[in-house]
């Protein structure tokens, strides 16, 4: 059995990362992991040219994900909630996998879980639920796809304002917006994933659901 770990998050090393590997390593089962910005996924084109052959018409490396979803045994997706949405690199990456959903369903049935970091605060008033709304478009998506959705791990992310310099001075900064008036780079801080005690949690367990989902599969 295999597990397949998605990131869409293009920061190296990035929380995203490392909190789908966790969830990976969690499993204790054979596991690959791909990071979205290494590779060159377009956005589905609506043109149902898939219908007949399960197979992508675009040219580029969404097919090769496709191959790679449909052999895996379960699915662990990360991303992140720029304009608090669901980045567009793991937007794409969701959307090409239209092609495995005609006649056969073949990911019907699959475990899967999602990976999101927002830098907005829950419950956050005025602003938008961006880390909900993230989960839930991976949840959503493994819903129409027949998949079993395990759960989300919640993580806790890093406003840009925090490290483009500018941060403490720029009239545009997200630093006040999300975390209130008086807030500055040094009060905000970076957050890691090891340091978030839920996110870690949510990691461990999500990865030994996936596991106990594929052990009754078998």
Same mark, same amino acid.
């Given at each position: 059995?295999?597990?397949?770990?998605?990131?869409?998050?293009?920061?190296?090393?990035? !929380?995203?990362? $490392?909190?789908?590997?966790?969830?990976?390593?969690?499993?204790?089962?054979?596991?690959?992991?791909?990071?979205?910005?290494?590779?060159?996924?377009?956005?589905? !084109?609506?043109?149902?040219? %898939?219908?007949?052959?399960?197979? %992508?018409?675009?040219?580029?490396?969404? !097919?090769?994900?496709?191959?790679?979803?449909?052999?895996?045994?379960? +699915?662990?997706?990360?991303?992140?909630?720029?304009?608090?949405?669901?980045?567009? $690199?793991?937007?794409?990456?969701?959307?090409?996998?239209?092609?495995? $959903?005609?006649?056969?369903?073949?990911?019907?049935?699959?475990?899967?879980?999602?990976?999101?970091?927002?830098?907005?605060?829950? !419950?956050?008033?005025?602003?938008?639920?961006?880390?909900?709304?993230?989960?839930?478009?991976?949840?959503?998506? *493994?819903?129409?796809?027949?998949?079993?959705?395990?759960?989300?791990?919640?993580?806790?992310?890093?406003?840009?304002? /925090?490290?483009?310099?500018?941060?403490?001075? %720029?009239? *545009?900064?997200?630093?006040?917006? /999300?975390?209130?008036?008086?807030?500055?780079?040094?009060?905000?801080?970076? $957050?890691?994933?090891?340091?978030?005690?839920?996110?870690?949690?949510?990691?461990?367990?999500?990865?030994?659901?996936?596991?106990?989902? +594929?052990?009754?599969?078998?």
């Amino acid at each position: 059995m295999k597990i397949l770990g998605i990131s869409g998050s293009p920061i190296a090393d990035s !929380n995203t990362d $490392r909190a789908v590997k966790a969830v990976l390593s969690a499993s204790g089962i054979d596991h690959e992991f791909h990071k979205l910005s290494e590779y060159t996924v377009s956005p589905c !084109n609506a043109c149902l040219g %898939c219908v007949k052959t399960n197979r %992508c018409v675009i040219k580029d490396d969404g !097919n090769f994900f496709v191959e790679l979803v449909k052999e895996a045994d379960a +699915l662990v997706i990360g991303g992140f909630t720029p304009y608090s949405t669901l980045d567009s $690199r793991t937007k794409a990456f969701l959307e090409r996998m239209y092609p495995l $959903r005609h006649n056969h369903g073949l990911l019907k049935g699959k475990p899967g879980a999602s990976v999101i970091s927002s830098c907005v605060p829950e !419950n956050a008033e005025g602003l938008p639920p961006a880390g909900m709304l993230g989960a839930n478009a991976v949840q959503f998506f *493994m819903m129409e796809e027949g998949m079993n959705y395990l759960g989300n791990v919640d993580l806790k992310g890093n406003v840009p304002c /925090l490290t483009c310099g500018n941060g403490d001075s %720029c009239s *545009m900064t997200g630093i006040t917006l /999300l975390y209130g008036p008086g807030a500055t780079t040094a009060s905000v801080g970076l $957050r890691a994933f090891e340091k978030q005690p839920e996110a870690v949690a949510s990691a461990q367990e999500i990865g030994l659901g996936i596991k106990a989902a +594929l052990k009754k599969q078998s």
